[in-house]
C-alpha cells in the first residue's frame, strides 16, 4: 500500500526512524520488500533522478507498482531523492509519488527558500509532502559534490526561519554525515548536540538524515579480496546512532551505498569464484536474498521493525480506508 510519507512519519516521529532505500531495478526492489516484509517494517522507497534514467521513469514506476501486488502486506512512501526544481515539478504532476525532495541547499538561503515554496506550493495542492535542504553535507551523490571546505552544519535559528519561509514538510539537515563510501577517515560520528538544537527550534518538524551508510569494514574488505579496489578504512555511520537520532525527531534515514557495496560484494565474489558462469539469474538470486538480509538488519537498528502492523492501523484510519 502507497500512502502519503505524511502519515508514515506521524506514526515514526520521536518513536522510531524509517530506513528510505534507493532503488534503481527489479533485483533491489525485491530484495526491499522481502527484508521490510520479513523484518515487518514500513519504508520508503527513494527514486533518484539518475534512477529515473536509468531505464525509464515508467519502468520503475511499473516496478513499484508490481512489487505493490506481489505484497500486499507492504506499507510504503514513494520520494523523490535530491530533486532539482523541474523533476520535483513532473514527479508531483506524475500522481505516483508520496514525496518529493527539492534540494536547493547548494543556493543562497533566500533563493533556497524561494524554490522550495514554489515546489511546496505545488505538491500541497495534490497532498504531496516536500523534503527540503539546509546546510551542505560532503562527499558524492551523483552529480552533487561537496568538498570538505564547503561543508556547513544547518543552523538552527535558520532552520527556523526556512520552514517558516519555504513551506517545507520535512528538513534533511547536516548533522556531520556526508555521501557516499568515503565518509569518516576517523572517530567522527553524529552531532547529537546539533540534532537537539535543530529540532527545539523546529518541535514537530520531522528532520531527515542524509548519508546514513555504514560503509561495513567487512564488506568493503570482501569486495577488495574479490579484486575490487576500494579505499579501506573510511567508516560511514554507526547504526547504533540510527535509533537514538530517531528519539530526537529523525524520522528519515537515507541508505543508498551500503546497498551498492552489497551488490558489488554479492557479484565480485560469485563471478570470482566461478569464472565460467555467464547466466546473471544464479548471481541476481544471491543479490535478491543478500539485499533483503541487509534491509531487515538496517530496520532493526531504525527501530522500524515490527511496526508494520501498527502503521498499517494508523494509516487505514487516518485515510479513512
Ligand atoms: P549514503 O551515500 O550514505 O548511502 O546516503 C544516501 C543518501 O543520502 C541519499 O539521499
Not at 164 to 172: H, M, P, Y
Not at 183 to 205: C, E, M, N, Y
Not at 250 to 262: A, F, W, Y
Request: hydrophobic share 40%; charged share 25%.
Amino acid at each position: 500500500m502507497i500512502v502519503p510519507a505524511k502519515v508514515l512519519f506521524e506514526h515514526a516521529y520521536g518513536n522510531y526512524a524509517l530506513g528510505a532505500y534507493n532503488i534503481n531495478n527489479a533485483e533491489q526492489t525485491m530484495g526491499l520488500f522481502r527484508g521490510c516484509i520479513a523484518s515487518s517494517a514500513p519504508f520508503i522507497i527513494q527514486i533518484s533522478k539518475g534512477a529515473r534514467k536509468y531505464t525509464d521513469k515508467r519502468m520503475l514506476e511499473g516496478i513499484i507498482r508490481s512489487a505493490e501486488e506481489i505484497f500486499p502486506d507492504a506499507v510504503f512512501a514513494v520520494h523523490l531523492d535530491h530533486g532539482d526544481e523541474e523533476t520535483a515539478h513532473d514527479c508531483i504532476e506524475s500522481g505516483f509519488y508520496s514525496s518529493v525532495m527539492i534540494d536547493a541547499s547548494h543556493e543562497p538561503f533566500k533563493e533556497n527558500a524561494a524554490i522550495t515554496r514554489r515546489v511546496a506550493d505545488h505538491a500541497h495542492s495534490k497532498g504531496i509532502s516536500v523534503e527540503a535542504e539546509l546546510g551542505q553535507l560532503g562527499g558524492v551523490e551523483e552529480d552533487i559534490k561537496v568538498d570538505e571546505k564547503n561543508v556547513c552544519l544547518t543552523d538552527p535559528n535558520e532552520a527556523k526561519e526556512f520552514i517558516a519561509a519555504s513551506g517545507a514538510d520535512s528538513l534533511a539537515c547536516a548533522i556531520g554525515t556526508s555521501h557516499g563510501a568515503y565518509k569518516f577517515s576517523g572517530g567522527q560520528g553524529l552531532h547529537f548536540d546539533r540534532i537537539t538544537a535543530i529540532q527545539a527550534a523546529i518541535p514537530g518538524v520531522p528532520l531527515v538524515m542524509h548519508g546514513s551508510s555504514s560503509v561495513p569494514q567487512d564488506e568493503v574488505a570482501r569486495i577488495n579480496a574479490a579484486g575490487g579496489q576500494l579505499k579501506e578504512g573510511a567508516k560511514g555511520v554507526d547504526p547504533e546512532q540510527y535509533l537514538p537520532a530517531a528519539k530526537l525527531g529523525v524520522c528519515k534515514v537515507n541508505i543508498d551505498t551500503d546497498g551498492r557495496l552489497v551488490w558489488t560484494r554479492v557479484h565480485r565474489e560469485f563471478f570470482k569464484d566461478k569464472p565460467a558462469e555467464f547466466d546473471f539469474r544464479p548471481v541476481g538470486k544471491v543479490f535478491m536474498d543478500e539485499y533483503a538480509l541487509f534491509i531487515a538488519s538496517r530496520n532493526k537498528y531504525l527501530g522500524s521493525a515490527g511496526t508494520l502492523d501498527a502503521v498499517r492501523a494508523h494509516a487505514k484510519k487516518v485515510l479513512g480506508l
